[in-house]
């Protein structure tokens, strides 16, 4: 257990961690999640002042080298997602894609996501394997009375009350029309989710705001801006979304960085140009909490390999500068 977590009792951290989730969803206020794909950024997250964060599928895929059409297995996804709620106290939402298979996946799922202190989890109403939703038109819709079922094994299989289970729609992605967005989302709602993802493409935001304006707040809206990121933020707070994602930013950003620094360090073949744009190796060394470990060995080590490791320590230290 590190700094980060270690004022919480373990033995109530899934119940801590979904109640907080649950209350980004349910509170008076629109809440941010920020997406995150592994322990490190999961811990920028959080030192920028996130109160929640979006595992992402796409992120999480794209970081492993493979595509998001569930390429990445369930249980990848999951050690991932582990290492992530080890490096921090912010309740994290899953990108589930489409549950991994049917009900009984769904099921399995759920059950070692509260195992593992995750908060929630995020299913959408396409076949397995899924398509990115950007990627073309032709997106296979889930039967709504099957989907409907996975939502129902999913809040079923939560070992805490506090779990929130999150029922995506991709019928406006699809080409289906309000209509029928609607309908699944109150089918949804039905079989208890306990919020609706409203998914879109287009980039005017209109159609997200005309479905918060039928919906009338039946239960918690989220939206995902990433084509519609033009729109102000303000429209969607009036529009009373519980929950905003910004859900692929930190995998694109850091994307940026490493061709612009692999570039540059291809074509110069040294260091000193880029050396002062890039965090000092001791800011790593923070991020992932260095200090425990070299108070944990002054505490557990022998004397003689207790020198050692303080001198050790210190030299690192220096050179990490």
């Known amino acids: ?7 919480i009792d373990e033995r109530h951290r899934d119940a801590y961690l979904a109640s907080k989730l649950r209350g980004l969803l349910t509170g008076p206020n629109t809440s941010f999640l920020m997406e995150a794909h592994n322990g490190l950024s999961a811990r920028i997250v959080a030192e920028a002042g996130f109160e929640g964060i979006w595992a992402s599928g796409l992120s999480i895929s794209a970081s492993l080298g493979v595509r998001d059409a569930n390429e990445a297995s369930w249980t990848q996804t999951l050690e991932v997602v582990e290492f992530m709620t080890d490096s921090t106290d912010l309740p994290i939402l899953l990108d589930g894609d489409t549950g991994y298979g049917n ?3 769904v099921r399995r799922l759920v059950q070692k996501l509260c195992q593992r202190n995750v908060a929630g989890v995020c299913l959408e ?4 394997p899924k398509t990115n939703s950007f990627i073309g038109d032709d997106q296979e819709l889930a039967d709504p009375s099957e989907f409907a079922g996975k939502i129902k094994a999913a809040k079923d299989s939560q070992s805490n009350d506090a779990f929130c289970v999150v029922a995506r729609v991709e019928a406006l992605i699809a080409g289906r029309g309000l209509t029928e967005a609607l309908s699944r989302a109150e089918q949804y709602h039905a079989a208890g989710a306990d919020a609706i993802l409203i998914h879109s493409k287009k980039s005017d935001g209109v159609e997200i705001l005309k479905f918060a304006e039928h919906w009338q707040d039946r239960c918690p809206l989220v939206i995902v801006p990433t084509t519609y990121y033009a729109v102000p933020t303000q429209a969607f707070v009036d529009a009373k979304i519980a929950s905003i994602i910004w859900a692929n930013h930190n995998l694109r950003a850091s994307v940026a960085s490493m061709r612009k620094i692999c570039a540059t360090i291809h074509r110069e073949r040294s260091l000193s140009g880029i050396e002062k ?3 000092r190796v001791k800011e790593i060394f923070d991020l992932v909490d260095q200090d425990e470990l070299t108070q944990a060995e002054s505490i557990y ?3 003689k390999q207790k020198e050692a490791a303080l001198a050790r320590n210190s030299y690192d230290a220096g050179a990490a500068q």
């Open 301 to 303: 080590l022998p004397k």
């Open 125 to 128: 109403d396409k076949m397995f």
């Open 103 to 105: 009900f009984n996946s």
């Open 277 to 279: 744009e890039l965090p």
């Open 1 to 7: 257990m590190n700094a980060l977590t270690q004022k």
